[in-house]
């Protein structure tokens, strides 16, 4: 496959995936759920301390809300699950949304606004630094989501997606991925779309570590984060 990967990526833009050429390499698939499955139980081991001070926080701020925030996104082959995060927008942000959709700043059908109202104060602690994403590990456990990967979109995003777009579905959605490591929100849908397939034509579990690394690099400095 990887010899096939380098001409498939130069023709990326009228080249369509198939299923049997993403799963083509077992080996690869069986160690990359291995590792994801161990590095998720001892991330979850590891991070409970702060598991415990993020939940206490966003309890002091909105004792009436939910600690954890769930949505349902989309995962690989177009199926669905339930995405976790620590909450970190006021519990009615799915409704306010729609007064906000003029405001996107990011183009493509992804949502993204800078100063969006919604978000509480811890909430932008947490987000800056991505601790809202490691409730995630959960799904990795259950097998939903991966270490690294495409980001699970949003069934709405998904509705407007083209075939080429559609290609970031053939994968298990991850944690973190080329996105979140090369400008995150700074990026524009359609290099999110590239920089994705760019990693599927080319995932290895050396590519997988290397990204793993530079997203806890990522995370401190918390750059393009919002």
Known sequence: ?????VEQKEKASDYLLTPDQVNADIN?????RLTD????????ILLSPVFLIVAILIKIEDPKGSIFFKQVRVGKDENFFHMYKFRSMVTDAEQRIKDL???NEVSGPMFKMKDDPRITRIGKFIRRTSIDELPQLINVLKGEMSLVGPRPPLHREVEEYTNFDKQRLLVTPGCSGLWQVSGRNNLGFKEMVDLDLKYILTRSIKLDIEIILKTIKVMFSSNGAY
């Open 1 to 5: 496959m990887k010899a096939v990967a």
């Open 28 to 32: 690869y698939l069986r160690m990359k």
């Open 37 to 44: 499955f161990i590095g998720a139980l001892i991330g979850l």
């Open 101 to 103: 959709l003029t405001l």
